[in-house]
Structure formats: C-alpha cells, structure tokens
C-alpha cells in the first residue's frame, strides 16, 4: 500500500508509524518535484519513545502552526526523555 502526502506533513508519518502494524506493507510518498521522498515505513528508525510519538506530536503542534515554531521540537523532545513524568504523560495522551 501506499500513503501519498504532497506536503510532507509529518502527521501522516507519526499516526501511521502507531497505527499501521504491518509497517513493510506500507510506503510513505511525501512532498512535491525535486522534493519527494519515499520510504517503507518499517524502515524509519524504532526509538524507546515511539509510544509517546502522537502525543507528543498533538502537543506541540503541526509543522507549520507549531506552539514551538522556531522553538525546535528536538529540544522539546530531548526534555521529554529525560522526565519519565513527561514520557508517561505524552503516552497516555497518544493512547486514550
């Protein structure tokens, strides 16, 4: 199966890395001309934290109207791990 995402928007990439199980099955194509990308979903890289994933995601917002624009979401997601507190957190929001 393949997922078509013309903006690259990383929504598509993180509910599909929690929700598809069957990751070799799927092939995620992003973005436009020069800028298109493809990749099985299997092969995007596994983190301890990848049950925190969407709801860190629905935390700090979308890439393009972010409540941390400008403000780098790998600095966010740094402080995440190192508080367990933020890690449960952001779990249970990804899951209930």
Sequence with gaps: M???SPSSDTDILII????IEEKHCVLLDSGKEDNRKK????EVGHTEYHHTLIGFHAFTGNDYV???FR???IVCWKHMAKNENFVEAFSSLGNE
């Design 16 to 19: 599909a890395l929690n929700l």
């Design 71 to 73: 403000k780098n979401k």
């Design 66 to 68: 972010s409540t941390f």
């Design 39 to 42: 990749v099985w979903l299997n």
């Design 2 to 4: 393949c997922v078509r």
